[in-house]
Each structure stands twice: as C-alpha cells, then as structure tokens.
C-alpha cells in the first residue's frame, strides 16, 4: 500500500514536469524567427519608401559596379524586424540570398528597419579587408543617418550605396568631423593652462638637451619626441599635434648639429645660464652650493655624500 502510494505521488510529479516541458518547447516553437524576404531584385522596398526612380538609379548602380567588379551589392528595407535581433536577420538574409561570388565571398548587403530605426551592412569575407567594421560604422552614421532623421531615405541609401562602393574602391574618405564652437571654447580654455605647464616643464629639458653636446644631450632629444607629440595632441588635435612633433624633431636636430658645427655650444650654454633664472645654479666654475666658509681659525672645506643609497624608507608627517 505505501509502494502504491509512494509511486502515484512520484508518478504525478513526473507528469507535471513533463506536461511544463511540453509546454515549454510549444511556447519557444511558437517564436518564429521572421520570414527572410525574397530577392527579386537588387534592391527589395518592402515599404514602398523608394520612389521609382531612385530604385532604378540604384539597380543601375549596382549592376554597373557587379559588371566592373563581381561584387554583388543588395539593398533590403523592411517595416519591422518583428523582434528579430538586427544581426541575425541581416546574417540570414545575406547567407539565404547567396550575396557574392563562391569562393571569393563578395557580397554587400545593405539593411534598413524602418521602423526600429535600425541599420545594417552586412559584409562577405572577401571584402572585409576594405569594408571593416569601423568603415561600415562611419558609412552609417554620416552618410544615411543624417539624411534619414531628415525624413531623405531616397538621398539615405543612395549616398550609403554610393560610400560602399567608394569603401571597396579604397577612395572613401569620411566628412571631417567638426565640434561645435562651445565644444572648442572648452577645448582651448583647457588647452591654454595645460600647454603653459607643458612648454614650461618640457621647453625647460629641451634646452637641457640643446645645452648638452654628447650622448646625454642626444638621450634627451629622442626621448621628449613622444612627449612634443602627444601632449599637443592631446591637449587639441592630432593636426595640431603633429606640428608641434615634427618642428621639434627637425629644429632641434639641425640647431645641435649648428652648434656642433660651429662650435658655439659654449656661448649658447653661456647665454642660457644668464638670461634664464633656472639655470643660474646648474653653472660650473668657482661657486658651489655645498661649500662654506668663515673667518677666523676657520677654514674652508667642501662637503659631498659618500655614495650611499636609498630604498626607500622613511616616514612623512604634517601638522
């Protein structure tokens, strides 16, 4: 009896469980991933965005660029991806359509969802080289999102064909990127007191460099290159910046190699250690910062370290 018992109340559970998993597995076979369109042409306008002619120059464009090249481009709009996730369409759309030649995987396909506002290029193999993320990326924002948040799809797709087809041919060239003038404002006001320490710290080690003639003064010319480069740029513009790197590279090279040729290193060095405060206590001669004197049955002695070294240890305070 408690056998029987035991094995209905087990045999009820396992029966729960599998009308959940039924369940379950009808539920998920009801998703259905979105119906992949048929290719009836170059470009599909599911939407009726498109006015005729813009489809026909279009067509007209891509046949003319799959004659010259092989490489097969589509366009695809659609309403609504329906839920579907944007790459997974856009990568089923262009495997079920073939896009591209086999073996060299040349195929360019171009999708629009109007209504989820999204986009995509899908990009073959054979052309990722010249269609790589970050192009398809600048296709998209500067050439069709623009013209699509001015409600312009017909000038949209025909400049995102267009850029695509420049992209493979390698003549793509991006619009220059402008900041608005608040956006410079803050930029040069941020500027003005970071260069001021940079020109003060680094102008500083650069007559550092220029004032030493041997390999110390060499060391020092190579190794604030990356600094009359990178500070610059990061304070503006790499533009900018690459004045700053190159003038520098090439004056102070041609300035220490005058100096060494005309042997006017020592009144340079003469003329620095005068007229620049920084320098009055890094000249040789008579005076020394670590020696003293007095009168009397004093007499004078310099004082200088024994060599010692640190590690580092220590303690630091305040009050």
């Not at 120059?57 to 481009?73: F, G, P, V």
């Not at 759309?93 to 995509?120: E, Y």
């Amino acid at each position: 009896m408690i056998f029987t018992k035991r094995l209905l109340k087990y045999g009820t559970r396992s029966l729960a469980l599998l009308l959940v998993l039924i369940s379950s597995i009808t539920i998920v076979s009801g998703i259905r991933a979105r119906d992949v369109p048929r290719l009836s042409g170059r470009v599909v306008d599911e939407t009726g965005t498109l006015s005729n002619p813009t489809q026909a120059e279009l067509t007209r464009i891509l046949a003319e660029h799959e004659d010259q090249s092989s490489n097969q481009i589509a366009v695809l709009i659609i309403d609504s991806l329906e839920g579907d996730a944007l790459e997974e369409f856009s990568l089923r759309t262009a495997a079920a359509w073939g896009l591209g030649q086999k073996g060299t995987d040349n195929g360019v396909l171009l999708l629009v969802a109007k209504q989820d506002r999204k986009m995509r290029i899908e990009v073959g193999y054979g052309l990722e080289g010249s269609l790589t993320d970050a192009r398809c990326k600048q296709i998209l924002d500067n050439e069709l999102a623009p013209r699509f948040r001015a409600g312009d799809f017909d000038a949209g797709i025909l400049a995102g064909v267009q850029a695509i087809i420049a992209a493979i041919d390698g003549s793509y060239s991006p619009p220059a990127e402008t900041g608005s003038q608040v956006e410079w404002i803050f930029r040069i006001l941020f500027a003005i007191p970071f260069l001021g320490i940079f020109f003060f710290v680094v102008g500083i080690f650069t007559l550092m460099c220029l004032k030493e003639n041997g390999g110390m003064g060499w060391f020092l010319y190579f190794f604030l290159i990356p600094f009359w480069f990178a500070f610059p740029t990061g304070a503006l513009t790499w533009e900018i910046g690459q004045y700053f790197g190159y003038t520098y590279v090439v004056f102070t090279a041609l300035a220490k190699l005058l100096m060494l040729i005309t042997d006017t290193n020592k009144k340079f060095n003469d003329w620095v250690d005068d007229k620049i405060p920084i320098f009055h206590g890094m000249r040789g001669g008579n005076s020394s910062s670590w020696s003293s004197s007095s009168g009397g049955s004093s007499s004078s002695s310099s004082f200088s370290g024994g060599g010692g070294s640190f590690g580092g240890g220590g303690s630091s305070s305040s009050w």
